[in-house]
């Protein structure tokens, strides 16, 4: 319910910000927010970034896109590749309507990445590139660096990677977690 609230507070500014009445449509953008605890992450996602997780070589995505054509697919329907429907968000920060952002909760372990993307990089390189990315590079800010520039070499779209590593006391104790089953 809070980062709904964060979400709508942001919608709210960027409308006044642009002098838009009560809901008329204007300028949507792309949110991601990730919060790491003991042993647990959450994140919160609207429109057209992604957010991965990076456990043991494996990919899980914990967003998905909020676009006309990201709907079309998931409904059957095939779109080209260079469809304008792949940058027309259904959901976004700034849309006069309720948001409906959508969260995912995750626990986390020692060794865990997580890797947040613009599409300016996910549209343009496949899940084995970033783990082969991921696996040869120990830094998070070179790591970052790497995915960046591989979409770079792809497109002159703008590109934003984010890199979070999990760490001992990022994970979750094991002995605690036993207590609190108990």
């Not at 590109?159 to 979750?172: C, G």
């Amino acid at each position: 319910r809070a980062v709904v609230m964060l979400f709508s507070r942001a919608a709210k500014v960027m409308r006044h910000e642009y002098g838009l009445p009560e809901g008329e449509d204007g300028p949507m953008t792309s949110a991601t927010l990730l919060v790491v605890g003991k042993g647990h992450a959450v994140v919160a996602h609207i429109g057209m970034t992604r957010a991965i997780l990076v456990r043991w070589d494996k990919i899980t995505r914990l967003s998905r896109m909020h676009s006309i054509a990201a709907r079309m697919i998931q409904d059957g329907e095939e779109v080209p590749d260079d469809s304008p429907l792949h940058q027309a968000l259904t959901q976004g920060v700034g849309q006069p309507s309720q948001l409906r952002v959508e969260v995912a909760c995750c626990k986390v372990a020692d060794g865990d990445c997580f890797v947040l993307t613009s599409d300016g990089v996910h549209a343009f390189i496949e899940d084995s590139e970033l783990l082969e990315c991921h696996a040869g590079i120990e830094s998070t800010s070179q790591l970052a660096d790497a995915i960046a520039g591989l979409a770079a070499r792809r497109t002159d779209d703008d590109r934003t990677v984010i890199v979070v590593d999990i760490e001992d006391e990022d994970a979750e104790d094991e002995d605690e977690d036993d207590e609190a089953d108990d």
